[in-house]
């Protein structure tokens, strides 16, 4: 890097530096972040991001945010009210009562209080960034989950603003084959601001796009095809050419050639769940959802290896417990944890498809939410309802571990004061959580998002 003499006056900067230095300071004054703070982010142009988002409302009371003690509205797990046989992490805490309650879990050197249904991710508390008292202030699904992946609460019953994933793929992946698959994850793409190659790719389950690949041989041979898409698409650039209208033609011939791509690189079997299930055995396919969320976790996995998807997101359902299924929630989090537990330890050992000596693991980001939290207190029919409060998780390079950031109040579990912001103290929003996610990758927040701030303290330092 250049040194630059200190006693130089302004223009001796070159102009694009001082356009990019002015450009710098405007976004951290927008934010109020530190100067320095800005380099933090930087544009992730090779890595890859993996969207969660557990579908129906979580009980933070067994992972996040633990609650063993009756105070104020918390009733907490219990062996009256839980299913504890399959908890690895379960204990019961001593001086109880007949209804055993759980001792907290806390490995040795972490800064990070966990309930029993954190599973096999415990061990990998030095690499959580886990954010409690999310202040969600609605509890309907479709708005909590439009809440939690695009800082927007629904208008009218519709989405008013893009989703997280959708940003991440047009600012970092339009370029690639698929910048977005996205598997029954609430998606949106609002507004004319991302780029149209990078909407996302929504099916209800990965073996549809390898059905729509395959094509049978006895027809045509995969020879005429290539031919037939060659001349299309030829045909397509000359019109293209001819036109004062070109983006349709344009994007015709991309199409087609996208396609022949796909259907000329063995892309097929990526898509394939028997072929996935087969190449990644370390993924739990009989846990309660397994054939869902672990073969999306498996997809993620192999379509990053092949660098052909830049962001992939999905969904993990059965978390709405209102009824006496809430004895199960503990189980299906334990799942989930464990099912991310093992993606990060098959991405530890996969090599980065670009960067030479590098893991993917090294260059890929996952975000967990959930639409909102379950109640504190058991109803009557021995299930937690809906409640305006939330946790979610970032796994990333970029993000600090070993920290828990943000908290709720002792006796009812609502989002407490996490930080002062700009209008005073309050708690932490999903829009400032995700203003900070597209941040730490060089992406401006306001580019995108109408409200949040950048946490700086969620991010690693420079």
């Not at 090779?46 to 003690?69: K, L």
């Not at 996935?276 to 396919?285: D, I, K, T």
């Not at 946790?391 to 950031?405: D, E, K, T």
Request: with cysteine; hydrophobic share 40%.
């Amino acid at each position: 890097m250049r040194r630059l003499d200190p006693s130089s006056p302004p223009h001796a900067l070159p102009r694009r530096a001082l356009l990019k230095a002015a450009a710098g300071a405007a976004l951290s004054g927008a934010l109020g972040l530190p100067a320095r703070a800005l380099a933090a982010g930087g544009k992730a142009e090779d890595d890859f991001f993996v969207f969660i988002h557990a579908t129906g409302g979580w009980d933070v009371t067994m992972w996040a945010d633990p609650r063993n003690e009756r105070k104020g509205l918390v009733a907490p797990a219990t062996t009256d009210n839980t299913d504890t046989a399959g908890l690895r992490l379960w204990v019961d805490a001593p001086g109880s009562g007949d209804a055993k309650t759980f001792a907290l879990v806390r490995p040795q050197g972490s800064n990070i209080t966990f309930g029993p249904g954190i599973g096999r991710l415990a061990d990998l508390y030095d690499r959580l960034c886990v954010v409690n008292g999310l202040a969600m202030n609605t509890v309907s699904h479709p708005d909590g989950a439009a809440f939690s992946t695009t800082g927007r609460h629904l208008s009218g019953g519709r989405t008013v603003s893009s989703s997280v994933d959708a940003i991440c793929a047009s600012e970092l992946g339009a370029s690639q084959t698929f910048p977005i698959v996205s598997v029954q994850f609430p998606s949106a793409v609002v507004g004319d601001r991302l780029d149209r190659r990078a909407a996302p790719l929504m099916v209800g389950e990965i073996g549809t796009i390898s059905r729509s690949l395959y094509r049978s041989p006895h027809y045509d041979t995969p020879e005429d095809r290539a031919a037939v898409t060659a001349l299309l698409s030829e045909e397509a650039r000359t019109l293209a050419a001819r036109s004062s209208y070109t983006e349709a033609l344009n994007g015709f011939a991309l199409q087609a050639e996208g396609l022949n791509r796909m259907l000329t690189s063995g892309l097929q079997e990526v898509f394939s769940r028997g072929q996935l299930v087969r190449a990644h055995p370390e993924f739990n396919y009989r846990a309660r959802f397994g054939l869902g969320p672990a073969v999306n976790a498996a997809f993620a996995l192999e379509a990053m290896q092949r660098n052909v998807v830049r962001c992939v997101s999905f969904s993990s359902s059965g978390f709405d417990t209102h009824t006496s299924n809430h004895r199960q929630h503990a189980g299906t989090l334990q799942d989930l944890f464990d099912l991310i537990a093992a993606l990060l330890g098959s991405l530890d050992k996969a090599p980065h498809p670009t960067r030479a000596g590098k893991k993917l693991s090294d260059h890929t980001h996952i975000l967990v939410t959930s639409d909102f939290c379950r109640t504190p207190q058991i109803n009557t029919s021995m299930g937690r309802d809906h409640y305006p409060n939330n946790s979610a998780l970032v796994i990333s390079p970029r993000f600090r571990g070993n920290l828990a950031f943000g908290k709720t109040d002792p006796e009812q579990l609502l989002p407490a004061q996490a930080k002062t912001f700009q209008g005073g103290p309050r708690p932490i929003a999903p829009p400032d959580l995700l203003a900070t996610f597209l941040f730490a990758f060089g992406i401006s927040p306001r580019d995108h998002l109408r409200d949040g701030e950048v946490v700086a303290e969620l991010l690693r330092s420079p």
